[in-house]
């Protein structure tokens, strides 16, 4: 079952805008994930939120973690063509070890 | 430095038959964990190994096994191939089921 909900679904830019995505899940987590994924191809690790964490960044990304709302959002600042992908949140599960659980992810489409 | 590497990148199979697929983790990594990923849908876990044994197992029946070798290689065992098996399998390889994991770029199949 799909522990995170990414919103929106699709999301289309320019090149230099911003890109903000949204993620929401159900139950208490030890941290959260964000992974891109290029048409066809594995997952590429972005960034790691634990959950005694509020902001954190690398690069151009930056990540929000609300645990009393149990949403996060990634923010992907002046976006580049090469952006374009699939972006999913992942969780774990306080007392699940490793197992990740996605969404269904964002399609983010960067026009040059 | 070897990433994660899976075989074969495709297959084609018809119902009933069996399948096995084969994974490599990153070097350093010593385990392994099993995604099924649908089309259009984020991955959902199928299980992990760690030091040859199945540690944790996601929501799949038991036509779905595998194993792990000493060098911390594995495979993934399908069994009685359903048309709803058709995905891209992906597998991923962290250092004593820490965060985060590695992806390789996946097992494509198809069932026919």
């Known amino acids: 079952s799909q522990q995170g909900e990414e919103d929106p679904q699709a999301l289309s830019i320019q090149e230099g805008e911003n890109a903000t995505m949204n993620c929401s899940y159900k139950?208490?987590?030890?941290?959260l994930q964000w992974y891109r994924q290029n048409s066809g191809r594995g997952l590429v690790h972005l960034i790691l939120?634990?959950?005694?964490?509020r902001e954190k960044h690398s690069g151009r990304l930056r990540v929000t973690l609300d645990t009393s709302k149990k949403s996060s959002s990634l923010l992907i600042t002046a976006s580049r063509a090469a952006d374009t992908a699939s972006y999913f949140c992942?969780?774990?599960?306080?007392?699940?070890?490793?197992?990740?659980?996605f969404g269904k992810g964002i399609t983010l489409s960067v026009r040059p | 430095d070897a990433g994660v590497t899976q075989s074969p990148t495709h297959l084609i199979k018809t119902r009933g038959q069996q399948v096995t697929l084969r994974c490599s983790p990153k070097?350093?990594?010593?385990?392994v964990s099993w995604y099924q990923q649908a089309l259009g849908q984020g991955p959902q876990f199928i299980f992990q190994?760690?030091?040859?044994?199945?540690?944790q197992r996601g929501n799949f029946p038991d036509r779905f096994s595998g194993h792990q070798f000493p060098n911390y290689s594995s495979e993934l065992n399908v069994n009685a191939l359903l048309l709803g098996d058709s995905a891209l399998y992906l597998c991923?390889?962290?250092?004593?089921?820490?965060?985060?994991?590695?992806f390789g770029d996946g097992t494509r199949l198809s069932i026919l």
């Open positions: 070097s350093g990594h010593d385990t």
């Open positions: 139950t208490s987590i030890n941290n």
């Open positions: 190994y760690y030091e040859e044994e199945e540690r």
């Open positions: 939120i634990r959950s005694n964490e």
């Open positions: 992942a969780t774990v599960l306080t007392g699940a070890n490793s197992k990740l659980t």
């Open positions: 991923a390889s962290s250092l004593r089921g820490g965060q985060p994991q590695h």
